[in-house]
């Protein structure tokens, strides 16, 4: 998916164990998104940024921490890894009153 | 009640079949609107915004009804590779994206 690059792809971590997801992009979007999908249930937003700097909190944001240092770069921190994380997360880019953009996702297992 | 609830079907069509799917939001304010498609462990991609004069692409075709807060969406002349879960979404305040949990489609040969 040219544009926004997700690392890793996949991650199985043991429950009480810390990680980052990256989320890169190279289209110079405003904002950024990091979202949970989880069967049956739709893409829920975690946390969001609208510029360099800036984070907020979206649905479900318990258990999570961001970073946008860069522009370029949006960060999803997994403090404490629990099973009820186990999920797949996907990164969006987007401007204001426009569709967002997909990254290819990243599975994550928590055991 | 979901902000934004989708029949999750499967709908199984026929190819040539037409085939269409309602959703509905509980946002009144809410001014824009998407349908997004999903393949099996992809990530969304977006198919059509809908505008409230409708509009078509191809084979699809995208109708707003503000005052029933529904959208729907018709595709014609079913293929093969239509075969994908189907996500509306809502756009609050111009940044936020709130997704449905989508539509199965399968259309068989």
């Known amino acids: 998916n040219a544009g926004v690059t997700q690392t890793p792809k996949f991650r199985v971590l043991k429950t009480g164990q810390s990680m980052t997801l990256l989320c890169a992009q190279d289209m110079n979007h405003e904002y950024m998104y990091w979202y949970r999908q989880d069967p049956g249930m739709g893409l829920r937003l975690i946390h969001y940024s609208v510029g360099e700097g800036t984070t907020a909190k979206g649905e479900v944001p318990d258990g999570y921490n961001v970073s946008r240092l860069k522009k370029q770069n949006f960060l999803l921190g997994l403090e404490s890894a629990a099973p009820s994380q186990t999920s797949v997360y996907f990164c969006?880019?987007?401007?204001?009153?426009?569709?967002?953009?997909f990254g290819d996702g990243t599975r994550l297992s928590i055991l | 009640r979901k902000e934004v609830e989708q029949d999750p079907g499967p709908f199984n069509v026929p190819e040539g079949a037409t085939v269409a799917f309602n959703c509905t939001y509980s946002?009144?304010?809410?001014?824009?609107f998407f349908w997004y498609r999903q393949d099996c462990r992809k990530e969304p991609k977006l198919l059509m915004s809908v505008y409230s004069s409708g509009n078509e692409d191809g084979r699809f075709t995208a109708q707003l009804n503000r005052a029933s807060q529904y959208i729907s969406l018709l595709i014609r002349d079913s293929k093969l590779s239509d075969s994908a879960t189907y996500l509306c979404?809502?756009?609050?305040?111009?940044?936020?994206?709130?997704f449905g949990a989508g539509t199965i489609l399968r259309v068989k040969s």
């Open positions: 969006a880019v987007g401007d204001s009153n426009q569709p967002q953009h």
């Open positions: 979404v809502d756009m609050e305040y111009g940044n936020k994206l709130v």
């Open positions: 946002n009144s304010a809410s001014q824009s």
